[in-house]
């Protein structure tokens, strides 16, 4: 299996934006599709966004309004998720994923092949 390693994390001010970054430190992503989930104080994971390696797909919850953007830089072997107009409600440990596929339910149900460590982004004034 990879292993995913998450960066970019940290305190942004409401309106905000912020780019956190997932690449691998054993693996290739390859075959994966990989994406993104965060878990809020008190709440429960929510699936954000994913993306395929190869070709690019990319599959986007409908309830993230258009705040975040999903890429890949193949240069970098990462994958990064841009995020704007920050909220304090955004507050939470977002989290790298990938899996073998991009469609069906197995992202919006978390049930993925493996996971990142998680990084912590705090909405703060």
């Known amino acids: 299996q990879v292993q995913l390693v998450e960066s970019g994390g940290g305190l942004v001010q409401p309106g905000g934006s912020l780019k956190l970054s997932c690449t691998t430190s054993?693996?290739?992503?390859?075959?994966?599709?990989v994406g993104w989930f965060r878990q809020a104080p008190g709440k429960d994971r929510e699936f954000l966004a994913a993306i395929r390696w190869s070709g690019g797909d990319t599959l986007y919850a409908d309830a993230i309004e258009g705040r975040f953007t999903i890429s890949t830089d193949r240069a970098q072997n990462t994958v990064y998720l841009q995020m704007s107009s920050r909220k304090p409600e955004d507050t939470a440990v977002y989290s790298c994923?990938?899996?073998?596929?991009?469609?069906?339910?197995?992202?919006?149900?978390?049930?993925?092949?493996?996971w990142g460590q998680g990084t912590l982004v705090s909405v703060s004034s």
């Open positions: 054993r693996g290739s992503f390859n075959r994966y599709a």
């Open positions: 994923a990938a899996h073998t596929g991009l469609y069906g339910v197995s992202w919006y149900v978390g049930s993925v092949d493996c």
